[in-house]
């Protein structure tokens, strides 16, 4: 059992979401980093957390090529394709973002995730 209490909860958390609230859950989580960085643009230590917020990103959308990428994944053909297009959009952003840090693009990626998250949640 874990010592940190929050850690167990989400432990729990994760054990207890559906698929879809679980997806919907950590593109929240993503876009909310990338909200933070850019609405604290000039903080101290600003571009290790940029790193950490775009890698964290990052990673939740390799999850869903892979998922995506299955054979058994049940979703039709072409939401896949969209997807998975949508996916190397972000792997595009994300490099860009990296390389040429500015405020301004991360917008895209963090209203994409919302508006994924809500499209998970079947919200809109």
């Not at 876009?31 to 933070?36: G, I, K, N, V, Y």
């Not at 952003?93 to 990626?109: Q, V, W």
Request: aromatic fraction near 8%; proline fraction near 5%.
């Amino acid at each position: 059992m874990s010592r940190n209490p929050l850690d167990a909860y989400r432990n729990v958390e994760k054990a207890t979401l559906p698929q879809r609230d679980l997806e919907a859950t950590v593109l929240t989580k993503a876009a909310m980093q990338l909200r933070a960085i850019r609405e604290g643009w000039t903080r101290e230590n600003h571009d290790a957390q940029l790193e950490d917020a775009l890698n964290y990103n990052q990673r939740v959308w390799s999850f869903f090529q892979a998922e995506l990428s299955m054979e058994d994944n049940p979703l039709p053909e072409d939401v896949k394709h969209n997807l998975l297009s949508l996916s190397l959009f972000i792997d595009r952003r994300t490099f860009e973002a990296l390389a040429y840090p500015a405020p301004e693009k991360l917008d895209i990626l963090i209203n994409i995730n919302l508006n994924v998250a809500a499209g998970l949640r079947g919200e809109g």
